[in-house]
Structure formats: structure tokens, C-alpha cells
Nanobody
């Protein structure tokens, strides 16, 4: 139901835009988020946006560099990543849930398969 795309290999300082295509009938009711998981590390929260697109929330290390957005007409969620750093290297996952309280803990209903982002120094 969630398919991520847009990952790739970039250099430090570059930008990437990740996309998440949803085929979930209740998408416009879902709060959406991006998580990431680096090799040998636990999956961590990156950014979230509420169902209306009005409110967003970011993990401290990406705030001011990453921007989450959504297009409810086309059932899409995006993550614009600027000023990328090697420590941003990870597999990035799109996720969603009706309950905002489940978003940051990652206790969400829907998950994509992930897209790999590699940032070289």
C-alpha cells in the first residue's frame, strides 16, 4: 500500500526528494511519516505530517534540512532532503496511521519497503 522511491547515491551537501505513493483508501485520514534505519542501528523517526498537511514535526538532527509534505489529491507524501550528510545514509521508510500518537514511536499500521539513501563524504 506504500511504495517509496527517489533514493540514490549522492555526495555530502546534495539534495534528494523521496516520494511515497499510497494506495490506501483512507490515505486522506492518515497521519504520515518518514523513518530511517542505518546498518547496525535501530529504525528512527525522521519527520511526520498530519492528515491535513497543516502540522509537521521533525527529528532534531534533520530540522531545517528536511521538509515533509503531502498531496492528498494524488495520495503522495514527500521528503525533501537538503544539505545531506554522510550520517543521513540509511534506508528510508514511509509509514502512516490514523492515530497521531502512534507516529513518533513507529507503532503505525502501514509501512513501505524502503528506499536506500547513501551520502558519500
Amino acid at each position: 500500500p506504500l511504495v517509496e522511491s527517489g533514493g540514490g547515491l549522492v555526495q555530502a551537501g546534495d539534495s534528494l526528494r523521496l516520494s511515497c505513493a499510497a494506495s490506501i483508501p483512507t490515505f486522506t485520514d492518515l497521519n504520515m511519516a518518514w523513518f530511517r534505519q542505518a546498518p547496525g542501528k535501530e529504525r528512527e523517526f525522521v519527520a511526520a505530517i498530519d492528515w491535513s498537511g497543516t502540522n509537521d514535526y521533525y527529528e532534531h538532527s534533520v530540522k531545517g534540512r528536511f521538509f515533509i509534505s503531502r498531496d492528498n489529491n494524488n495520495y503522495m507524501v514527500y521528503l525533501q532532503m537538503n544539505s545531506l550528510k554522510p550520517e543521513d545514509t540509511a534506508t528510508y521508510y514511509c509509514t502512516g496511521d490514523l492515530n497521531w500518537g502512534r507516529i513518533v514511536p513507529g507503532a503505525t499500521e502501514y509501512w513501505g519497503q524502503g528506499t536506500q539513501v547513501t551520502v558519500s563524504s
